[in-house]
């Protein structure tokens, strides 16, 4: 089945340092959703992509779509402590007739003011 | 507008006992998603409706967890009996479209957290 692999695992920064998770799939996606979980809270959606090298930004995050859409990244510029969380990649199969996200690990922000 | 509705939030159980989750979705919502998060992991679909028929349960333990979704709305996950790995947050998801289109933006519940001992 789809497997969605996301690195790093845990990133530890200080505000103002800049941060990178990357999300790699085992299958071509139709899309790539991304999702923020908040210590104690539920996910978050924030944005998606559709096509190849797509790139959106939001603020001070930056969202890409690999060329063979089977990765991604989200950068996020002078991190605050209002980032802490944790970010999962969640991947779309592409073809058939149901469209299922499957979700990457997630990678663990903390943030040190 | 009110978001996607769960309870209870917290359950502890011995395991063999059985346990039921409620969801009620976002009004309107035509699929609703049951995912099971581990700690330290990200969630695992389990099943999922479409207006009140199924569309995926391909990942759903069938032998001990079941998922009604009555009228198309709300819905209600159990597992009967429960062993110690099904501690986890369990999570209620539900978006506008019918899964069958590339696009779906999912809403969570708070979710419902589930110890087992």
């Known amino acids: 089945g789809q497997q969605v692999m996301q690195i790093p695992q845990y990133q530890h920064v200080q505000e103002g340092e800049d941060f990178t998770t990357y999300c790699n799939s085992s299958?071509?996606?139709?899309?790539i959703q991304w999702y923020k979980q908040r210590p104690g809270g539920h996910p978050v959606f924030l944005i998606q992509?559709?096509?190849?090298?797509e790139v959106k930004k939001q603020k001070r995050l930056t969202f890409q779509f690999g060329e063979a859409k089977k990765n991604s990244s989200l950068h996020i510029t002078a991190t605050q402590t209002t980032d802490v969380g944790t970010y999962f990649c969640?991947?779309?199969?592409?073809?058939?007739?149901?469209?299922?996200?499957?979700f990457g690990k997630g990678t663990l922000l903390t943030v040190n003011p | 507008e009110a978001g996607v509705a769960q309870s209870p939030r917290y359950k502890i159980i011995e395991k063999r006992q059985s346990v039921a989750f409620w969801c009620n979705p976002i009004?309107?919502?035509?699929?609703l998603y049951w995912y099971q998060q581990i700690l330290g992991q990200g969630p695992k679909l389990l099943i999922q409706?479409?207006?009140?028929?199924?569309?995926?349960d391909s990942q759903l333990p069938k032998d001990r967890f079941s998922a009604e979704r009555l009228k198309g709305v709300d819905s209600t996950l159990k597992i009967q009996p429960a062993k110690l790995e099904d501690s986890a947050v369990y999570l209620c998801?539900?978006?506008?479209?019918?899964?069958?289109?590339?696009?779906?933006?999912?809403?969570f519940g708070p979710g419902t957290r589930l110890t087992v001992l």
């Open positions: 299958t071509t996606l139709s899309n």
């Open positions: 998801a539900s978006s506008l479209d019918t899964g069958r289109t590339t696009y779906n933006e999912q809403f």
């Open positions: 009004s309107g919502h035509a699929t």
């Open positions: 409706f479409q207006n009140n028929g199924v569309v995926d």
């Open positions: 969640a991947g779309m199969n592409s073809g058939g007739s149901n469209y299922k996200l499957t």
């Open positions: 992509l559709v096509k190849s090298g």
